[in-house]
């Protein structure tokens, strides 16, 4: 098993700045990579970015590409998410989960953390 748990979110006008963390423990020998994740009210979870364990290759949605960076702490099992230029539409409940591939698909994913919420006010 891997336990992942979300930190850093919170209230941020548009146009500002948060810095989402992900710790993951337990048998991270077995990731391949760390996604992330965000479901808005009413509709599906979609894919926001991926990293592999190494931290060499990353992927992003369009929607956020520019934006958003993902990175693995060194020496950590630690992956974070710097969003800036947040705008009313990145509000949402941000999950980072785990794979054994690197791939956007969320039904890839078999470890996921809690979620923490990103709201962005105008």
């Known amino acids: 098993q891997v336990q992942l748990v979300e930190s850093g979110g919170g209230l941020v006008q548009a146009g500002g700045s948060l810095r989402l963390s992900c710790a993951a423990s337990?048998?991270?020998?077995?990731?391949?990579?760390m996604g992330w994740f965000r479901q808005a009210p009413g509709k599906e979870r979609e894919f926001v970015a991926v990293?592999?364990?190494?931290?060499?290759?990353?992927g992003y949605a369009d929607s956020v590409k520019g934006r958003f960076t993902i990175c693995r702490e060194k020496a950590k099992t630690t992956v974070s998410l710097q969003m800036n230029s947040l705008a009313r539409e990145d509000t949402a409940v941000y999950y980072c989960?785990?794979?054994?591939?690197?791939?956007?698909?969320?039904?890839?994913?078999?470890?996921w953390g809690q979620g923490t919420q990103v709201t962005v006010s105008s």
């Open positions: 990293i592999d364990w190494s931290g060499a290759a990353t």
């Open positions: 337990g048998r991270t020998f077995s990731v391949s990579a």
């Open positions: 989960a785990a794979s054994r591939f690197f791939v956007r698909t969320p039904g890839e994913y078999s470890y």
